[in-house]
């Protein structure tokens, strides 16, 4: 594979260096999922797919793209409107990759959802579903670990502050899980993306020196409305409200439009809880098995539902 410009790295025909998609391959309206056998359930209810076609296969009449550095792309259309789904792996620099490298070879406003799986710090069940209106970021304070901390070892995890959801696509996707799986079974609230599993997720482990003991108490203490932990939603929230309606020109790249209402991506999330940190269980294979596929139908029927935007602020990146 041969890639030209060092810059935004890109084959000979068009394709991205980590996501390999080109102009063409992407609709406007994504779901990002982390696990690529999520993505292949979710690709089941899109249109012209044979319901009794293999389980763990992409049906043919979709297109499918697996990169080589694990990301899985499947373009299709659902009641009638074209929808990809991009299965992206695990943390907030896979989410870098995607976002970017999507906008990159996308034309016009764009939607994106993640459906992704959380930790609960509330009183949400495993197998509910949490949208999240904002989400902030956990950070190890690496500085905190080192030899000699005495410069910066204030508190062993970062919190930053939150980025907010698109209310619109938020609004949208509450109503519509409602529908999926009942009032009772979907939240509301804040999310904190970590940059670990284990350690900012405040996950005891012996074989390392973490001091996390106290971070689900001051992560309820910093926002009294976090519900959830997960790794991948704050980045996604970041990169649509820093996204420009159009390319930025040489002179103002210096002093970026980060305070401009006008964003080329609508944003929003939710995430199904597979482990219940308060009373420690974890869900069951079959109860992934049933909420996925109705939580996916909730997010496509979103997608649709949620108008992309001003389509005339063409959003066209340089040669294109
Ligand atoms: C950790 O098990 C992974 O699960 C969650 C976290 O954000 C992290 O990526 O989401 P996904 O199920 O979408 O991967
Ligand atoms: N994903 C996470 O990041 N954390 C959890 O606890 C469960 C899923």
New binding site residues.
Partial sequence: MSMSNANFPMDAEGRTYHVGVKRGELANRIITVGDPARAIVLSRTLDGVDPSAPVKSISANLFSHASHRGFLTITGRYKGTPVSIVAIGMGVSMMDFFVRECRAVVDGPMTIIRLG???SLSDAKVGDICVPSSSYLVQRNYDYFAEDSSASSASPYILSKKFDADPEVTATLVKNMSAQLGDNHVWNGINAT?DS?YSS?GRQDENFVDNNQELFTELVKYEPGTLT???ETFLLYHLARTSTVAPLKEESKVKAAATSNKHSIRAGACMMV??Q?KSNEFISKEDVARVEPLAGKAVFDSLVEVSLGDESELHATEGS
């Fill in positions: 799986s959380c930790g970590a599993f997720q932990l997960e790794m597979f482990a940190r």
